[in-house]
């Protein structure tokens, strides 16, 4: 096989083309593995998994890890986490919105998740697009000044879905007794140095630190006021990527270590009906 990767933003995503990922050589993983280091967003088309073939896919990129929420594992392959708005007999089919707001995956757990990969099973013919934004090129636009103020600040992150816990799509609400206990309020670092890359990145996310702590030793006013600094600037379209599923068969993978990602499920209508298949590998800790 021979990989090729178009990039599609400035600083990152590229779609991968020439790959079949359950059939690769020893030298397609290796082209592959670069190209997801070098783009942070890798969409993969046209392939033909099962949840098995897709599970098989995760363990080349790492340990995969199931998700702190067990109730939406796949029935057989419970590394395969189901995200869906279908309902089979009356029962939701999977999750129905993973995060409609700016997150990476389980940077609130002590070891974080380094890929998350999703593969298409049935797709809307339009609605819940992803979106992407690079942390690095973020931190990078920042001015000398600016990156020394908030270099080696640490802040608390807390898993939650909403402010409203009594809200019914509010994890709180699904989460057993030990689940909650599993996902205790926890420190982070703001920049994070990828370990792969070394690159800097910006590592506090608008969706899952709003309502928390905040900025470890500093005042809560001046916390709220940087916090909501960083906000505004990692939002910017400029460091943006909106991906249009399109249909079934792609692979999207992406690297939580310098990226933040965004669903939009919660606007999508009951009748459109999305499903996917979803891995997450586990990582280090920040
Ligand atoms: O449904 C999506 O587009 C993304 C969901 C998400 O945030 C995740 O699977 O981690
Ligand atoms: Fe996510």
Redesign the pocket.
Known sequence: MSVTAERLADSFVAIVRGIDVQKMSEQDWTALHRVYLENKVLIIPDQDLSAAGFSGLGSRFGNVVRHPVGKFAHPDYPDV?M?SNDTRFGKPVGVK???SFW?S?RSYMHKTSNE?M?YSVQIPDEG????FADLEAAYEAFSEDMKARIDGLRYISHYRWTKDRNDPESRWSFMTEEERDNTPPIERPVVRTHPETGRKSLFVFPGITTGVKGIVDMETVESEALLAELFEHMTQERFQYRFKWGGPGTVLIWDNRCVM?????KQLPPNKI?T?Y?I?TLGGVP
């Open positions: 986490m995200l919105d993973a995060g997150h995956d998350t999703l819940g697009d992803t979106y990602h965004k669903a939009t499920t999305r996917l979803r997450s």
